[in-house]
């Protein structure tokens, strides 16, 4: 079935920008940061910060012990805030294209939640898929290095080209698997297949849509953090002129930018990621739904 690549990325962003609300789904992940920058505030606004302090609290079997545990919870908060919002996300742009209302937050947490083990199933699926073939792929480059004596080590390094366009197909699959569980209730596996077999069968298609998404999505965030990027550059020019790094100066330089920036990069990265999960359910929905099927959201969208 062929799709009209023009009309997804329309109708993704038609959904993207009508239901804001997805984009305070999308941000959940960011919330840890949020919490932890004041805390760094803290530290690099402190009088006697430096290198050397930071280096005595490394040093510190307390703060190590403190520091793992911490680690560890901010993990598990991470993954748990990645999931929620990749399973409410993906289900309010489902319902948003099949015109079900309303779209509210806490319905989209409540409702999203049912689906988090399966969805936290595709992901360790296809990471632990990934992650087999890398090792694969590593161990033989390995052993033919060893044996030609790093002839082969040559030879391969075109495939490190070929390394972004297979993390996007990668990124294709897991976000049509995850709408496969949203949308038709499939399992893990089920779902997995699903996906694979939509994106093997119809390549070109989303390797343009991720393609198109990717790098305007990079290309949107470059131009945004350009103008807090130049400041730090010349600081930086100039403690190199002068001899002496000014450690203290860059990282509450880097804390006060970071005031403005990071609510910025949090914004754009959620209108991004509720882009990208929009455009990769609308296409789902065109491939696995027959276009005689009614389509009120279209009609709901004009309105």
């Known amino acids: 079935m062929k799709v009209d690549i023009g009309e997804v990325l329309t109708r993704a962003w038609q959904i993207t920008w009508k239901h804001k609300v997805l984009w305070g789904i999308s941000v959940l992940p960011f919330l840890i940061a949020f919490l932890l920058f004041p805390f760094w505030l803290f530290i690099v606004f402190t009088e006697d910060f430096s290198p050397d302090r930071i280096e005595g609290w490394v040093e510190s079997p307390t703060f190590i012990l403190v520091g793992s545990l911490l680690y560890v919870l901010l993990i598990v908060v991470s993954i748990f805030l990645q999931i929620m ?13 099949m015109g079900r209302q309303p779209v509210t937050f806490t319905d989209l947490l409540k409702d999203g939640s049912q689906y988090f083990w399966r969805v936290l199933g595709v992901l360790l699926l296809i990471g632990l898929v990934v992650i087999a073939f ?9 052993v033919l290095s060893a044996v030609t004596m790093g002839i082969a ?28 569980v949203i949308a038709d209730g499939m399992s893990v596996i089920d779902s997995v ?3 694979y077999e939509l994106v093997w069968s119809n390549l070109v298609s989303y390797a343009l849509i991720t393609i198109i998404v990717y790098f305007g999505i990079n290309i949107l ?33 880097q804390a ?21 999960k929009s455009a990769m359910m609308v296409i789902y929905l065109r491939l696995t739904r027959s276009p005689s099927e009614p389509q009120p959201v279209l009609q709901a969208a004009s309105a």
């Open 193 to 195: 297949k699903r996906g």
């Open 85 to 97: 919002s990749r399973s409410a996300a993906t289900l309010g742009t489902f319902r948003a294209e």
């Open 221 to 253: 965030i470059s131009f945004v953090a350009l103008p807090f990027m130049i400041p730090m550059f010349f600081f930086m020019m100039r403690n190199m002129e002068s001899g002496m790094m000014d450690f203290n100066g860059m990282m509450r330089m």
């Open 256 to 276: 006060v930018f970071g005031v403005v920036i990071l609510p910025v990069m949090a914004l754009l990265q959620s209108l991004a990621l509720t882009y990208l």
């Open 134 to 142: 890398f090792l694969v792929f590593f161990g033989c480059m390995a």
């Open 153 to 180: 080590l040559i030879c391969f390094q075109p495939l490190f080209l070929l390394m972004i366009p297979f993390f996007l197909l990668v990124m294709a699959v897991m976000e049509q698997a995850e709408a496969a």
